[in-house]
T-cell receptor, first 112, second 112 residues
């Protein structure tokens, strides 16, 4: 059973546009929500993460928005660049150790 | 600091064989987790080790096993390989008390 649902599966955005990826979860024990970026042939790299005590976190062009009541969180990539073209995964874990529950991933293509 | 290293990077085996994959965590990291990544199932948690003890285990058959050594290095073993075991196997390390996991480049296992 997929504990974190991610959408869309793929996304095409023009350079300079905003990329938005959404995730939803059911387990209210989750208290850590990271986003990972993965390029072909590489392992996932941590992009940004949030805990449920804040509703938004921004790091450069990347912003996480978190809605605890709706059990949803999203990644916004502002001023998207061709170099951002990659697969993005949302994830969540809680007090069951460090096991990350991943979404299925979003393949982002930023066109010039 | 050097990142998480995994060896070998690529491996080809035949059905019925067994395989051992190795992971060296970031210096000072004591927790090591293993994940299987496939196009169909995405990233799935296998198990997590801390101080040579398995703390968490995902929903995988007993053919998948692992261990951690006193220097925090970890190995995972898959016995009686099946075609469906073909995947990218990722290792991630983390500091005690933090949820941030850093991934290695993975080992690409192909079972023929």
């Amino acid at each position: 059973q997929q504990q974190v649902k991610q959408s869309p599966q793929s996304l095409i955005v023009q350079k300079g546009g905003i990329s938005i990826i959404n995730c939803a979860y059911e387990n209210t024990a989750f208290d850590y929500f990271p986003w990972y970026q993965q390029f072909p042939g590489k392992g996932p790299a941590l992009l940004i993460a949030i805990r449920p005590d804040v509703s938004e976190k921004k790091e450069g062009r990347f912003t996480i928005s978190f809605n605890k009541s709706a059990k949803q969180f999203s990644l916004h990539i502002m001023d998207s660049q061709p170099g951002d073209s990659a697969t993005y995964f949302c994830a969540a874990n809680g007090n069951s150790g460090y096991a990350l529950n991943f979404g299925k991933g979003t393949s982002l293509l930023v066109t010039p | 600091k050097a990142g998480v290293t995994q060896t070998p990077r690529y491996l080809i085996k035949t059905r019925g064989q067994q395989v051992t994959l190795s992971c060296s965590p970031i210096s000072g990291h004591r927790s090591v987790s293993w994940y299987q990544q496939t196009p169909g199932q995405g990233l799935q948690f296998l198990f997590e080790y801390f101080s040579e003890t398995q703390r968490n285990k995902g929903n995988f058959p007993g053919r998948f096993s692992g261990r951690q050594f006193s220097n925090s290095r970890s190995e995972m073993n898959v016995s009686t390989l099946e075609l469906g075991d073909s995947a990218l196997y990722l290792c991630a390390s983390s500091l005690v008390g933090q949820g941030i996991q850093f991934f290695g480049p993975g080992t690409r296992l192909t079972v023929l």
